[in-house]
């Protein structure tokens, strides 16, 4: 056969992209599911991937892509386990079983209750014998496809030790036996921490990227919010629901004003504010409120919120209610102490108390070295150390904090602070306030 022209080449792999983007975790859920082992249902995907960009420009896409790489991916998986000589009945037995519903693409497991694959998938993966990190870690990395970089950002790890993480989680599956299916919803309760911080990470993803060349990506923004709806409607009332979907709204509501036009970062003081999206910022006002108001304990997330609610309701920057925002932060770290949290907290205090005891709260927790390389500590402690005069300081601080960004806007705009300091003799340079400090992923750390 031929092979396509170039006008349908683009379009066949233009359809290919999109359906390897949509339907990768979902074909890797299944995969472990029937294999029982999550390294060979790994290898059956690329090999069934594989397979696809070889035979579909060819032969054109199936009407069902992800029932085909399921089909393609078990064959694959079993020729695999044949070869290597680790056959076993049982296996074989339950993966020539799956017959004609797999092939069709239609598993019922709990389809009719979440409505959603994606969103079954991350209550699938976040399996209580699991710890906490652990099925975060690989349901980020396999089932929402972030890379191993975004994963160990959203850890403030080394993207070394997060591969180790991943593989002993990997192994506990497989040697514990594991099972892969839809939890029933009497489990759910077990399951909505995890779930809850895997939305969350996918979209602080979007909104301030680990590395490349853009600030934001408005895709996986709306498919967190997107997921976060899915998740208020299955579980209606929910104050951490709420307060997630409040927090993801009111961010993104400030999301355009984010970046200016040459792509370079634009702190919140100097945002144009009728960029912002009112709709989206009334409808996140109103889930705050209804997430404070419920019965159950307040939810960090809520907490979260309601900080992103005072700085979407000042009209201008010297309105912002600096000492609300210090006591919630002050209630945050009780109910989520990370060294992120510390960090946000330390940059509200020096907007009410000044920076010299930010900074004593900023070297603090550098002194642990739990956060050492994370490049948003080395800027605010920069910043700090600048409003201090002591420029010298502030200049390698601001250094250290380039060294270990991997996003080209936040590199301009280090770059920049640091000409400032070197040209200037150290002048005020722009804020670094916590509502950016927060924008990484350390929220999600367990």
């Known amino acids: 056969m031929n092979p396509p022209e170039a006008p349908l080449q683009a379009a066949v792999d233009a359809r290919i992209a999109e359906v390897f983007s949509r339907e990768a975790g979902r074909v890797l859920a299944t995969l472990i599911r029937l294999l029982g082992d999550f390294d060979l249902a790994e290898e059956a995907r690329q090999e069934a991937f594989a397979a696809a960009l070889e035979r579909w420009p060819l032969r054109g896409v199936p009407d069902n892509p992800s029932a085909w790489l399921i089909h393609v991916g078990r064959n694959k998986g079993i020729d695999r386990i044949r070869r290597h000589a680790v056959y076993r009945d049982v296996i074989l037995r339950e993966a020539a079983s799956i017959g004609c519903e797999a092939v069709q693409g239609d598993e019922p497991d709990g389809a009719e209750v979440f409505g959603d694959d994606r969103l079954r998938l991350i209550f699938t993966c976040c399996h209580p014998a699991l710890s906490p990190e652990a099925r975060i870690a690989l349901t980020l990395r396999e089932v929402c496809g972030l890379t191993l970089q975004a994963v160990a950002r959203a850890f403030l790890v080394h993207e070394d030790a997060m591969a180790q993480r991943l593989v002993r989680a990997k192994r506990k599956i497989r040697d514990a036996g594991i099972p892969y299916q839809t939890p ?23 909104y301030a990227a680990t590395a490349g060349g853009e600030l934001t990506d408005e895709g996986l923004c709306r498919e967190a919010i997107r997921l976060g709806r899915l998740l208020d409607a299955l579980l209606p009332g929910n104050a951490a629901v709420l307060g997630l979907v409040a927090l993801m709204l009111l961010h993104d509501a400030r999301r355009p004003a984010r970046v200016s036009g040459s792509g370079n970062v634009v702190l919140l003081d100097e945002q144009d504010r009728t960029l912002w ?120 601080a601001y250094r250290a904090a380039l060294d270990g960004a991997k996003l080209d806007p936040e590199r301009r705009f280090l770059g920049e602070r640091i000409a400032e300091l070197t040209e200037d003799g150290g002048g005020p340079n722009p804020a670094i306030r916590s509502d950016e400090v927060s924008a990484k992923l350390g929220g999600t750390r367990p």
Request: charged residues 25%.
């Open 277 to 396: 999206d009112r709709s989206q910022i009334a409808e996140g006002l109103e889930l705050v409120e209804r997430s404070l108001r419920s019965p159950a304990h307040v939810s960090r997330f809520a907490v979260e919120a309601a900080i992103a609610a005072l700085h979407v309701q000042a009209a201008d920057k010297s309105l912002t209610d600096w000492p609300q925002i210090v006591g919630l932060y002050e209630v945050l770290l009780r109910l989520h102490p990370t060294p992120v949290v510390e960090l946000n907290h330390a940059a509200a205090v020096s907007m009410v108390d000044g920076p010299e005891r930010a900074l004593a709260l900023v070297e603090s927790i550098r002194a642990r070295g739990e956060v050492s390389d994370y490049h948003l500590l080395h800027a605010t402690r920069g910043k700090l150390l600048a409003r201090l005069g002591r420029r010298s300081e502030a200049l390698e």
């Open 184 to 206: 029933d919803p009497s489990m759910f309760d077990e399951r909505i921490d995890g779930v809850l911080s895997v939305i969350y990470a996918v979209f602080t993803e979007g």
